[in-house]
């Protein structure tokens, strides 16, 4: 008669806890669902490169931009085009460009640092307003983008490493590997005249990343664009150009078809009232023809740890604190997904499977530009990036957590949960106060790990423009070109991060765990 009654209540709490579960994702897609029978907004095919002729500016009334506010998407580390200086100020060309156009025309711009290829899906998506990243004008890209009056021309080059004499010119790289960056001219260039000259092509995301594989041997050479090599030769990155500039395309602000005429209109005018007054040639003549002295008279390792502290404390702080908010939440979801594995229920154990699968079952990487670039696109809001970061590493640790949580209950011997029951304790009081303390502390050493794993993980949010660890120390070698020094200092401070907050952890495993 006792089990016959605890089954009883053990069904309602399951057929309870179901209806609640229900009604959530009832209120979830219904949300969803409401949102998708508004217009979608356009989604834009993923251009393949940089390179292409001219477009013209497109046709669109001009109207009062004043005292508005628009977020311009923009790459990561371009220099001379965007890049951060020692302050970690977003400066270069089309920063320069981009804001002198604003404070002519009087609207402001807030600027996000994305990446090249980041920038597109946020245009596409609408987390942006407009795109201002040394994009080539193409005929593909005009399909799904307005361009404005081309502000730069631009070509290609080749560079060698410093110390190479043997590679002269194209003839020079049959059967050897060069590099460029991810669709780029210089990607589009090369791969051009691979078949001819027999070489292979590998893309990368980052010129500093591309410079550093020519000088380690591991590419022949690289090819990009031919103000970015000068740029970069002038700040001792440790290459030498070996060919004359190619012609190339030309560089265009960028908004979704058919959408913000007004912006377009407004840079189109601001851009002609720069070329007017010489404010446009002295943007040029100040990143090409006398560039910036950003390589700093002490070439040692302590000033560079000095400089870049700043900026590094900085994503420090916001790896840390993106990581315990994601790991809170992670284990309040774990927790209740984990007790739905165990449940007598098949519906709960499935809704809980589903998740786990969901989550565990596809990349990080994926589910961050999902919640960043494909959410927005469904529910036709922005999202905020914290928010996309945080539903990302805590969704995706939560999967982990919830079969440690189950693993732990399952670990207890079920002798323990027997044995309160037939002292008169109710399920739930029997769990509660016999089962769980006791597979919390089975839990604890694979918590703490996954703590220490969730803290890794936020360094795949730079892929977003989230202002981590990792990316503060892109944005810092993108412009000194001193990689190894500058990852050997990123990679100290993740280790003291991670080992003081191991430290802590079990601190607090021994203090409520003896």
Same mark, same amino acid.
């Given at each position: 008669m006792q089990r016959l009654s605890t089954a009883r209540?053990?069904?309602?709490?399951?057929?309870?806890?179901l209806g609640v579960l229900l009604t959530i994702l009832a209120m979830f897609f219904g949300a969803s669902g409401a949102a998708a029978l508004s217009p979608a907004p356009h989604v834009a095919a993923q251009p393949a490169d940089r390179s292409g002729a001219v477009a013209p500016a497109p046709v669109a009334a001009p109207s009062d931009v004043a005292g508005k506010t628009f977020t311009i998407g923009t790459d990561t580390t371009f220099a001379p085009f965007e890049f951060r200086d020692s302050s970690g100020e977003l400066v270069g060309i089309d920063m320069d460009i981009i804001r002198a156009v604003a404070k002519s025309q009087g609207f402001t711009v807030e600027v996000k640092s994305l990446g090249f290829a980041a920038a597109l899906q946020a245009l596409s998506s609408k987390q942006v307003d407009g795109v201002i990243a040394a994009m080539s004008i193409t005929d593909e890209r005009k399909k799904v983008y307005d361009f404005s009056d081309p502000y730069f021309d631009s070509g290609v080059q080749m560079a060698v490493a410093k110390s190479n004499t043997d590679i002269k010119g194209y003839a020079d790289l049959k059967g050897k590997t060069v590099t460029a960056k991810t669709g780029s001219e210089g990607e589009t260039f090369a791969q051009s005249i691979a078949g001819k000259y027999g070489f292979t092509v590998k893309p990368l995301d980052q010129s500093a990343t591309m410079y550093e594989l020519v000088k380690s041997g591991n590419a022949a050479a690289v090819f990009d664009d031919y103000p970015v090599l000068a740029y970069g030769v002038s700040q001792n990155n440790g290459l030498k150009t070996v060919t004359e500039k190619e012609a190339g395309g030309s560089y265009g602000f960028a908004v979704n078809k058919g959408q913000n005429a007004e912006l377009m209109a407004a840079f189109n005018k601001g851009l002609a009232e720069l070329k007017s007054n010489g404010q446009y040639q002295a943007i040029l003549d100040?990143?090409?023809?006398?560039?910036?002295?950003?390589?700093? &008279?002490?070439?040692?390792?302590w000033s560079l740890l000095v400089s870049s502290m700043p900026a590094l404390l900085k994503g420090l702080q916001n790896t840390v604190v993106v990581t315990l908010i994601s790991f809170a939440f992670a284990m309040l979801l774990g927790l209740l997904f984990g007790f739905l594995k165990v449940s007598h229920n098949i519906v709960l154990r499935?809704? &809980?499977t589903t998740f786990v699968n969901i989550f565990r079952g596809t990349p990080l990487l994926v589910q961050a530009f999902f919640f960043y670039f494909g959410l927005p696109q469904i529910i036709g809001q922005p999202v905020n990036i914290w928010v996309a970061g945080v539903l990302t590493l805590s969704l995706n640790s939560a999967a982990y957590v919830t079969e440690i949580v189950r693993g732990g209950i399952q670990s207890v011997d079920p002798g323990q949960l027997e044995a309160s029951r037939s002292l008169g304790l109710g399920y739930g009081t029997s769990m509660r106060r016999v089962v769980v303390p006791q597979a919390f502390k089975i839990m604890t050493p694979s918590l703490i790990n996954q703590l220490v794993i969730l803290l890794k993980d936020s360094s795949l949010l730079l892929a977003i423009g989230f202002a981590e660890l990792l990316y503060q120390g892109q944005q810092i070698y993108s412009n000194n070109f001193r990689i190894s020094e500058t990852l050997?200092?990123?990679?100290?401070m993740y280790f003291i991060g991670i080992m003081i907050l191991t430290k802590l952890s079990n601190i607090v495993d021994k203090r409520f765990n003896k």
């Open positions: 209540r053990t069904q309602r709490g399951s057929v309870a806890a100040k990143y090409l023809k006398s560039p910036q002295d950003t390589v700093s &008279a002490d070439s040692s390792f499935g809704i &809980a050997l200092i990123v990679a100290a």
